[in-house]
């Protein structure tokens, strides 16, 4: 993995008939999901995936999973993690993977499993999936970091299955997807309690773990899945899911990859190497979206909101996995904006709609997604393109924005504008739990509700200027300078300090338990990612295994 | 600064006829503080502190300066920061002094000039001393961090006196001060006004700063000092400080260091090397506090709260920079918890008055400033000790405690017990606005009511476990083995992990602009120290005046 550029590229593309490491099984309302991870499936080579434990493959399973479950089993109210391994339920991410992976592919990976635990967190809260975790042997690590993302959990009570997070006294790291924040800050547990439990390698068990809250529930092993089964029964009660309809296959994704070019049906991306850049153009509906819900569903996967949130989201996995050198990503988008605002009116008003509701999360994910890149990103918006409502929010999520004032030379098309709609202003939260509209007006909250009188006009350069909602409206004099040397400033800076700033102004207002993992635990664990202490050559991560010991810099920082 | 151990240790202790880089100057209910920083006056030799730049010796002086304001100034009601030279008002933290620095010094560096800014704050919000800012000059970086830790700043419009923050585009790391984020979280400048405003070397100045809210208002050269002392006089009107009282002189701190023993009048210090480990011991009062306010004015600086703030604040800051292998700090107390809990009383009666209400700030910055510490904390519980109210909080901010179920075998004092006052329900409140106790019991917060009504109860080991105030209580069997494993498996642990470890779980809940810098903004920061993009031979920071180009690794990560 320090080679990246000799291998192919990661494809996060997969589908159940496909697994490696992961079944899934349905008995009506209750889905289980058991991890049976082959040691030689490794996504690369070099290390073996013993004890369930798990790299970037396993996990992109896990994610093709996630996913499927949402969109076609909308009958699955209830889903339970297991094991499907004798006496351990997941060791957590592959040592020895992560001893031999660069730097960048270290933070990233951890960006993709924690992402992909939030969404098992929003399946919960957000699409009356709920999930639960029985947890069947030795959970450690990203085990119990996996099972800390669900909302229930029943452990066996044999005097050896335990949960563990034996990042720090082990390995020198620390728990990279959630777990220290999850603990204390959705489990709540007693913070000299957490202290104490991290430092322990063997974990907690028994009593114990449900005293302290590190778990919901242990049952003897032999009562472990009917215990399972009656909780999920619960969730499933309590679930507002539909019952007897069918679902929207998630089709296999089209994705043409030529060149410096990627092509989806309703995005392009066009890669710049000399200088940086990405430029990604979301396309708008070419049709009107179909009357009703059942419109919808008969649509499925072509439906234009669906289709582009898969290729969004395959994209935007895609360029951080491979494309780590192309430090800005673009935005542009070009359609009509009329059309636009016709989806996402139907996405407004049939927000009830279990499909709906899904389009609508994918959505908020992968704009959250973008939100949470370690890229810069601009929006650049010019005559022809769209950006209205849910497109107006790759504008919104940008570091900044470029609109053309006016129309260059020789262009016939209208001057370009922008257009609100009702999907701004709450839909598509960002990880801080506000509306890009509202983190972008945390001076003055009350123009996000003037704003709300002005859905569906079109706004040019000089009105969006005005109302907040764009950076610069260059005329057509200064436009394409303007705009070339922000891309040329923008790629001679750091990449380093530009994430670190990026990471710290996204974000104002309030924090919530994503961004707390994505931005203090991230942050903390991607420096200690970078000490020799974790990965110099008597580091711990290094070691480990080896019966060397670790030799540590003492020194505080 | 990468052979610290050569060299004699900081000395944080200092006093207005000694500053070499700042002048207090007063008029009535307006102090002037201007910064003039002699270029040769750096606190190590290496480098010239050109144009107002600063390093760790001038922050020191600052930080006395904010101390006596608050103390030995009662009559201050408004504190105007302003430059002593002719066109440039900060130029931030010198490049040099950081280029050379060890990653140790500088991280360090960052925490105590951002608690400095941080009292900054506290002063204006909590003590009816307003700092505001009169920008005569260039304000840049750091420069422009400590104006933005006022609450008013007011710029000459001259067409040079600019505000910036040049840390990306000319050194490759970020503001270590609080910039970022008091950008979006304080002023809440738009994020792509911040964006853009982050990477321009030359800043913004003129009408342009105070639409988008970087300063409050800009006025002509020539009118900059009488415009800051008018807002100075509008501060004055809104204070609550009293008028025609004398203040507490902060005379000069008596502190021994003998071998590996610090010894100050209310605290004592044992490192012990080879265990890695401060034992620090607060000693509680000798004699019963006075009756009222005016008794604790005529004791000043030996009323025994403020004796003990100041020896705990000027220990946790010499350990701190002097002491950075010593990673485990072990508190104790010693004394009687009947004459700390008079004491606490007097706190919490006499709340209102100006001088009790900044003896209290004292400490809760002091106390802050302890979980802040990257070094990790337990306290260790025993007969003769005096864990009550003030001194509970220590115990309180520990990462775990011990206390001895008991007695040991030859001890005749009674058994060890802990005691709430009132002082541990809300005046002392840590980084993220919770009280200890409240982030403590976050999981059943009526935990924290219940134990108001057991205020003033001895609790032995067995009631305090039963109320969740201490971590482990093992019995005189098992005591000394428990704390020793506990001690040396601490000790094995590498240092940057539980820095990590630490900064997560110490501080669940809610987040603020404190713990935002603390967490996400250092943490970032700290990452960026250790990148090769800024530190690396070809780094920003490292080729930074030789005229030679940084060499970046375009690898975004």
Redesign the interface.
Known sequence: MDSDVTRPPVDFRTEPSRYRHWRLAFDGPVATLTMDVQEEGGLRPGYELKLNSYDLGVDIELYDALQRLRFEHPEVCAVIVTSGKDRVFCAGANIRMLSQAA??WK??FCKFTNETRNAIEEATTESGQTWLCAVNGACAGGGYELALATDWIVMADDGTTAVSLP???L????PGTGG??R???K??????????F??VEEGVKGKRAVEW?LVDEVVPRSRLEETARLRAGEFVARSDRPAGVRGVALTPLERRLEGDRVTYGTVTCAIDRAR?LAEITALGPASPPPADAAGVLALGAGFWPLALARALDDLILHLRTNE????LWVFKTAGRADLVEAYDRLLDERAGDWLVREIRLYLRRTLKRIDVS??SIFAVIEPGSCFAGTLLELALA????YMLDGTLPGDGRPEATIRLTPMNFGPYPMVNGLSRLA?????EPGRVDDLKGRIGEDLDAGAAAEA?LV??TPDDIDWEDEVRIAVE??A???????????????F????TLES?IF???S??????F??P??VGAKG?LQVYGTGER?D??????
Chains 1, 2 share one sequence.
């Open positions: 730097h960048g933070v990233n990042e720090v006294p390995l020198a790291v620390l220290l924040t603990l204390v800050d489990r709540r547990v007693r913070r000299d309690r957490a202290d104490f991290c430092t809250g940086g780590e050198t192309i430090g370690s890229r940008a570091d900044r924005s983190s972008r007006f945390l001076a907040g950076t610069f400033e923008r001679a800076f750091s990449p380093d300090a530009l994430t670190g700033m990026e990471a710290s102004l996204r104002g207002g309030p924090e707390k931005a203090r635990l942050a903390w664990q991607n420096w200690i970078q000490r202490n974790a711990a670790s540590f810099d003492r020194r505080r920082v």
